[in-house]
């Protein structure tokens, strides 16, 4: 599957579509810089595959 989210992208337009680029990330494993105005403010990576999914809690 081939990404069509772009390494950098503005933070209105992450908030928005928070969770198909996380969804992207995971696929991928590619990492999205957000930005505010024109500056890097954080990066989106993809967890290591055994990190999170084995240790999140359970829900009722």
Known sequence: MDSDIPPMLGISQVKRDFS???KDVATT???VVVL???K???QIVP???S???DE???TA
């Open 36 to 38: 505010k105005g024109s």
């Open 20 to 22: 198909r680029i996380a």
């Open 40 to 42: 890097p403010i954080v």
């Open 47 to 49: 967890l290591p595959n």
């Open 29 to 31: 494993g590619k990492p």
């Open 51 to 53: 990190s999170i999914q």
């Open 56 to 58: 999140a809690p359970k």
